[in-house]
């Protein structure tokens, strides 16, 4: 069983670049396909973006983030990351980063990921 832990949230101004990490335990990470979603207080959690497992590695990011965000991962160092920039104060929220045990091609639902990180917030100043 895979375990998640979110690092490199915290406060920065609009414009400004910001790399979120996902580190997890277990050796099955490669076969996981991964995810990130965000929760804004009183909003459901969504869909940020995602990456498929080895030997296919497509990725897939939401029309809200598409050309600022990027998620990308090392699988030798059990870790995915979100590369954002030019982020804006719609950004704010809790960033989770998520796993899907059946290595779906492009599971886009909180209802496709079995596997949750605590999450790190990002606020974002305007």
């Known amino acids: 069983q895979v375990q998640l832990v979110e690092s490199g949230g915290g406060l920065v101004q609009a414009g400004d670049s910001l790399r979120l990490t996902c580190t997890a335990t277990?050796?099955?990470?490669?076969?996981?396909?991964m995810a990130w979603f965000r929760q804004a207080p009183g909003k459901e959690r969504e869909f940020v973006a995602c990456i498929n497992t080895r030997g296919k590695l497509s990725t897939f990011h939401a029309d809200s983030v598409e050309g600022r965000f990027f998620i990308f991962r090392v699988d030798d160092s059990n870790s995915v990351y979100l590369e954002m920039h030019n982020v804006k104060p719609d950004d704010t929220a809790v960033y989770y980063c998520a796993g899907d045990r059946t290595g779906g091609t492009r599971p886009q639902s909180v209802r496709d990921y079995d596997t949750w990180g605590l999450g790190t917030q990002v606020t974002v100043s305007s």
């Open positions: 277990g050796r099955a990470f490669s076969t996981y396909t």
